[in-house]
């Protein structure tokens, strides 16, 4: 174990070094795109993407994610307003992210938290990954099957595969069939709703929850649930897009 003393120590330099080096990370990119969705839609996106994560990795209370998302939105503000030159208080970007660390560090969070935060906002920058809450695929050959037709082509070739990948019985693997056609029929109608609309976003979120709540109802436990979505994302009867 390390010294109580030594931890103290080192996390006093973690923090001096993370204010030094997080201008240089957050401001990484000279100009600020605006959003296309207004303030309200970005803080429910938020709240469907990057809250959990952020309470998952850094072990935080959901209202403290609340409020690094109050945080990240005030410094998104502040930059498109420095941008367009028309803010009072900063001159810079990196003002600006000197300011929002130090509203990070009065919540308190832990040296380690910090690092982590800055760490996944990093990630998120240099490798932007799909947000699984309202990611979603659609397979057009469902615009003309039945859901009988449809059912009969899931369990012919993969009704005994999914059994044996998940470790269930017959009746729910036909229940889990019976649950990917709905989802691929409301898909459909999802990808109807123009990309600038944010109840197409809405729309997934409840989709991808549902779908999650009627797996949970054939008697899933987490593991077989990431399994599940999984197996279909993997076999489909028809072509995805």
Sequence with gaps: MHHR?????????????????????LSASAQVIPSKWTPDEQK????????????????ISADIADKIGEIDNWALLQKLSVAANTNEAYATPKEVDEDAMKK?????LSADQLKT???????????PAPCAAIT???NRVFDTLSPQRALILYKTPYRKLLIDKLG????QADMLFETEIWKQKEALNIAAIPENDFNRIRRTVAMNNQRESRYRATGLNDEQVLAAIQFFTEHQVGPKQ
């Design 5 to 25: 003393r030594f931890q103290v120590s080192f996390s006093a330099i973690l923090l001096s070094s993370m204010l030094l080096c997080s201008s240089v990370f």
């Design 44 to 59: 429910e996106l938020f709240g469907y993407c990057e809250k959990p994560e952020l309470i998952r990795q850094l072990k």
């Design 104 to 108: 990070y560090k009065a919540l308190r």
């Design 117 to 127: 935060l800055v760490d996944l906002k990093r990630a998120r920058q240099e490798n």
């Design 136 to 138: 979603f695929t659609f």
């Design 168 to 171: 269930i019985n017959g009746r």
